[in-house]
């Protein structure tokens, strides 16, 4: 497609459930970055992956938070046993190149997650 | 991570001209200095960037100062589709993975 697709758009999960989050990001993309936004406030950086190399995940927030990007193309961010806390809204970006000063990232439209 | 300040909120009136400041007084050479904007429900959508020179592209234009200390962010004919909240950000090296987003200021367009 020519932009970045995420799905669920919307997910509603109960207390200690398990999610995935799906983030189809632009054909031949080689960086992609998840993020979390809480309601009101900014993006806050995840992870980023580098093709099929998770290269930084100091933004997740705890070890129940998991994402993989195992042929370098699709990547899924997974929640274990859901807290309130994680209801959020999380955005998936991609990018041609590797990192660089003047990498330009496309976001998809997010996953809002809602936790009861 | 460089920081930047943007103030909270700025109002302006439809066909008008917006200039949205942001201060980086800690930015190193190898900073650019981005924007990237987020309509409602909508992901960051990516507006302009630049190192040292001002830029011009069909959404914006970016002025930047000659100690790039601080840029400005000018939407030169505002039109309702523009309300959104404007982040501007800095990205430095190649180990610089975070693109830190902040507050961001929240720009209202009135009919």
């Known amino acids: 497609g020519a932009g970045v697709s995420q799905s669920p758009r919307y997910k509603v999960a109960k207390r200690g459930q398990d999610v995935a989050l799906r983030c189809d990001p632009i054909s031949g993309h080689v960086s992609l970055f998840w993020y979390q936004q809480a309601l009101g406030q900014g993006p806050e950086f995840l992870t980023y992956f580098q093709n099929e190399a998770q290269l930084d995940k100091s933004g997740l927030p705890s070890d129940r938070f998991f994402a993989e990007r195992p042929e370098g193309s699709v990547s899924t961010l997974k929640i274990q046993r859901t807290q309130q806390e994680d209801s959020a809204v999380y955005l998936c970006a991609s990018s041609l190149e590797e990192l660089s000063g003047a990498n330009v990232l496309t976001f998809g439209a997010g996953s809002r997650l809602t936790v009861l | 991570d460089a920081k930047t300040t943007q103030p909270n909120s700025m109002e302006s009136n439809e066909e008008e001209p917006v200039h949205l400041p942001c201060n980086h007084s800690t930015i190193s050479g190898t900073d650019y200095i981005h924007w990237y904007r987020q309509l409602p429900s909508q992901g960051p959508e990516y507006v302009i960037h630049?190192?040292?020179s001002n830029v011009n592209n069909r959404m914006a234009s970016l002025a930047i100062a000659e100690d790039r200390k601080s840029s400005t962010l000018i939407l030169h004919r505002a039109t309702l589709r523009d309300a959104a909240v404007y982040y501007c950000i800095l990205r430095g090296t190649t180990n610089d993975y975070k693109l830190s987003f902040g507050a961001g200021t929240t720009v209202t367009v009135r009919a």
């Open positions: 630049g190192l040292t």
